[in-house]
């Protein structure tokens, strides 16, 4: 699946490393509304080009999900600063 690489020069292989890195930790910084979002400019940085199967929950088990990650969020990360806006203030 990642045969590509093996064709990349030593400076190609470091461009690709910067720039998966510089996607991840754009990932990693989100903060806010942000976090409840899936990501498909990460996954485009994959090189096969497949469209994504997202499968979408139910309306009920949905919020219970986000409960659940907003649950966890409080536990592992108690002391995180509240971000304390709407989703249409500017995430």
């Known amino acids: 699946m990642d045969e590509d690489l093996d064709a990349l020069s030593r400076e190609e292989l470091v461009a690709e490393a910067r720039k998966l ?3 991840i930790r754009q990932h990693r910084d989100s903060s806010g ?3 409840c979002w899936h ?5 485009s940085l994959l090189p096969e080009r497949v469209a994504p199967e997202v499968a979408v929950p139910p309306w009920p088990k949905f919020m ?3 409960v659940a990650y907003r649950t966890a969020l409080e536990r592992e990360l108690a002391g995180a600063p509240v971000h304390d806006r ?5 995430g």
């Open 21 to 23: 890195r510089a996607a």
């Open 33 to 35: 509304h942000d976090l």
């Open 39 to 43: 990501h498909p400019a990460l996954w």
């Open 64 to 66: 219970r999900g986000c």
């Open 86 to 90: 709407e989703y249409d203030e500017g």
